[in-house]
């Protein structure tokens, strides 16, 4: 799906958003309270996905499968914009406020691996 807003460039079609059409309609953030689940293998994302998908907690999922030291559920905490990995933080900011048992999700590739984020909290 190409980005419909020429502004937003190139760098908006670099991320799949699964959780649906947020762009433009939310107003400007400086910081999100964002989880992660972070995988090192694009299987073990999809499998992550389809847990999701199928109804399961985003933070009982992170819990189980997430390979990154923050185990709370893959809570990452309240996150100011700069503070992020720049990939991360584009799609992250993207994303309407969700909770973990109805999120609204987004994806990304980094250096760090796959990562599937949801926010909860924007100011």
């Known amino acids: ?27 400007p953030a400086t910081s999100i309270n964002v989880r992660h689940i972070l995988c090192e293998k694009h299987s073990k994302k999809e499998e992550a996905l389809e ?13 189980e499968m997430s390979e990154d030291k923050a185990r709370q559920g893959g809570s990452l905490g309240w996150k100011v914009r700069g503070s992020l990995m ?9 994303l309407e406020p969700s909770t973990t048992g ?12 796959y990562h599937i984020i949801m926010v909860e909290g924007r100011k």
């Open 102 to 113: 109805a999120p609204k999700i987004g994806e990304v590739k980094t250096s760090e691996g």
């Open 86 to 94: 720049l990939d991360f933080e584009k799609v992250a900011y993207e």
């Open 51 to 63: 847990k999701i998908r199928n109804g399961a907690k985003f933070d009982e999922v992170a819990r």
């Open 1 to 27: 799906m190409a980005p419909k807003n020429k502004g937003k460039g190139k760098d908006a079609s670099d991320a799949k958003d699964a959780g649906g059409g947020a762009k433009g309609k939310l107003k």
